[in-house]
């Protein structure tokens, strides 16, 4: 075993007190995506240690129902990052950085959602 700061969600044991002392569960800006991201952030943050444990088995079907409307979810997933960014780095960023990351993050989203768009034309 050993500690990391943000394990897949779908496999999560977590104490009541140590979610309480983090700021609750999940924050509801983050529907679908960056909920688990958030709170692993704060729970890190707060010195709540979290561990690996590579022995223990967990069956988690991974965008078995996103993947129906992959584009829609690949641009709220973009805009789940950019809250994130948001919420934990603009105050910590010089303004021009976390304005060029923003940028970034927007492009390649807008990026991303076209190549899905696309792929989903395509005949398979």
């Known amino acids: 075993a050993r500690i990391v700061q943000q394990p897949m969600a779908s496999s999560w044991l977590l104490k009541r007190s140590d979610i309480e002392q983090s700021g609750g569960l999940f924050d509801e800006q983050f529907p679908i995506f960056f909920n688990d991201v ?3 952030w704060r729970l890190w943050n707060n010195n709540v240690k979290t561990w690996f444990v590579p022995d223990a088995k ?4 991974g965008g078995a129902s996103t993947r129906l409307v992959r584009p ?3 641009a709220e997933s973009h805009r789940s990052l ?8 603009q105050s910590r960023l010089s303004p021009p950085v976390f304005r060029a990351t923003i940028g970034l993050l927007e ?9 899905a768009k696309q792929r989903k034309r395509e005949p398979q």
């Open 38 to 40: 958030d709170l692993a």
């Open 58 to 61: 967990v069956l988690h079907h």
């Open 72 to 74: 829609e979810m690949i």
């Open 82 to 89: 950019r809250r994130f960014y948001h919420k934990h780095f």
């Open 107 to 115: 492009a390649t989203g807008r990026a991303r959602v076209r190549l």
